[in-house]
């Protein structure tokens, strides 16, 4: 399973679009890019997951480069709301045996500011 | 998506106890899995429940300690055995998707004085 790198913590303000960005260099040729979102006293809440190039949902988007080894998630127009917790994960549900396992990191503290 | 509930939404136990927690899924679902949340910590996956099949376990976590039952499709049990302050944590269960996403329940929070 590919390790992921993100940024501690991160800090914006209300109307502000946000970029988490992680760092997964070994990541496998079948490996998939899976974000999820965590508010305090809550389980995790998927968001979006990719393979390459765009994804776009009503959330967010996730924009993969060419050689996948890192993965940008970007929240259009912040707002307090979207203070949680963002976990990037990597995957490949095939090779765990017909299911994704889930490995955790540390994620990325996003707080947003009025 | 999944909605997903768990009982108790959280406890206090003493020690040398054990508490069950119960997962429900409102449908069936094969893959069911157990994190646990420490204080200020990320998740870790403590086991994956198949209906019919015994859960597997990942390394550092046993059986005895954490016997997990898989009865149907929609529901799971977690028993957290023999408590310390150690296991005081946030259990979650979650469930996988069509596309392999995941859908979390919205934990049980164990204090273990």
């Known amino acids: 399973l590919a390790k992921t790198t993100q940024p501690i913590s991160m800090d914006s303000y209300e109307g502000q679009e946000v970029n988490i960005t992680c760092s997964h260099n070994?990541?496998?040729?079948?490996?998939?890019i899976t974000w999820y979102q965590q508010f305090p006293s809550q389980g995790p809440r998927f968001i979006i997951q990719?393979?390459?190039t765009k994804v776009t949902n009503e959330v967010a988007s996730l924009f993969i480069p060419a050689d996948r080894k890192s993965s940008t998630l970007s929240l259009p127009r912040v707002s307090l709301s979207d203070t949680a917790v963002y976990y990037c994960?990597?995957?490949?549900?095939?090779?765990?045996?017909?299911?994704?396992?889930?490995?955790f990191g540390a994620g990325t503290r996003l707080a947003v500011h009025p | 998506s999944a909605v997903i509930s768990q009982k108790p939404s959280r406890d206090i136990c003493q020690r040398g106890t054990s508490l069950t927690i119960q997962c429900q899924v409102d449908?069936?679902?094969?893959?069911m899995f157990w994190y646990r949340q420490q204080p200020g910590q990320s998740l870790t996956l403590i086991a994956t429940a198949n209906q019919g099949s015994e859960a597997t376990y990942e390394s550092g976590f046993v059986i005895d300690k954490f016997p997990i039952s898989r009865p149907n499709l929609t529901f799971s049990t977690l028993t957290v055995s023999n408590m310390s302050p150690e296991d005081s944590s946030i259990y979650l269960c979650s469930v996988e998707g069509s596309s392999y996403e995941q859908y979390f329940g919205p934990g049980t929070r164990l204090t273990v004085t």
């Open positions: 449908s069936q679902v094969t893959m």
């Open positions: 070994n990541i496998a040729t079948n490996d998939y």
């Open positions: 990719g393979y390459k």
């Open positions: 994960l990597v995957g490949d549900p095939l090779f765990s045996g017909g299911y994704n396992k889930l490995i």
